[in-house]
């Protein structure tokens, strides 16, 4: 059965600090899809990034950049510099071939402290 | 395109009162989704749909209903309101599935007292 660890529940950090925010995934599939979204005080949800399981390429998109290692099932996702607007709760999740569903991992809620 | 809209936004119930979530996307897209988000739990999938007239459970189905006659909607169902369905609703949809990003909707706060 699939599932997602964030076991990062809560995390502050002062503006300016890089902050990496870990995901732990578990798949019996060999092709699957993993994401993270942002949901800011707002509410909404917003999607960031998606890589498939024949991509362990790393992505940087400006201050943020995605850690992909198959060998250890994990999707780590680095805030360099951080700013005040990063603070959100982000959620990593999982999807596999096989199956239509998307499992989310519970969040980690990040504070960046002026 | 308004993308995703739900409403209402908010909402309180008393313990047995049924309701409906309204959930509808202009995207065209097929693949739709409904998750109830708790306090610190992140998101649960209630029921998703890959296209009109199809419709699956998801992780916590017990409790809702959901229907999808058309592309464009899907609402989901709360026929005997109970406490523990005290949650935040959000509504998904997605252009391709399992590998797609999906786009979600504002979100409903309901609260059963």
């Known amino acids: 059965a699939q599932k997602v660890t964030q076991a990062q529940t809560e995390i502050s950090v002062v503006e300016k600090e890089d902050v990496t925010l870990d995901c732990v995934y578990e798949t019996r599939d060999t092709t699957y899809y993993l994401f993270w979204y942002k949901q800011p005080p707002s509410g909404e949800l917003v999607f960031l990034i998606r890589r498939n399981s024949f991509d362990e390429q790393n992505e940087i998109s400006g201050r943020y950049s995605w850690n992909f290692q198959k060998s250890t099932s994990s999707f780590n996702f680095t805030i360099t510099a951080s700013q005040v607007v990063d603070s959100a709760v982000y959620f990593c999740?999982?999807?596999?071939?096989?199956?239509?569903?998307?499992?989310f991992g519970k969040g980690t809620r990040l504070h960046i402290l002026p | 395109n308004a993308g995703v809209t739900q409403t209402p936004k908010f909402r309180i119930l008393k313990i047995g009162q049924s309701m409906t979530l309204q959930c509808a996307q202009d995207m065209n897209h097929n693949y739709m989704y409904w998750y109830r988000q708790d306090p610190g739990m992140g998101l649960k999938l209630i029921y998703y749909?890959?296209?009109?007239?199809?419709?699956d459970k998801g992780e916590v189905p017990n409790g809702y209903n959901v229907s999808r006659s058309t592309t464009e909607d899907f609402p989901l169902r709360l026929e005997l309101a109970a406490p523990s369905q005290t949650s935040v609703y959000f509504c998904?949809?997605?252009?391709?599935?399992?590998?797609?990003?999906?786009?979600f909707g504002p979100g409903t706060r309901l609260t059963v007292l």
């Open positions: 999740a999982l999807s596999e071939a096989g199956d239509d569903k998307i499992i």
């Open positions: 749909s890959v296209g009109a007239g199809i419709t």
């Open positions: 998904a949809s997605s252009p391709s599935g399992r590998a797609g990003e999906q786009f």
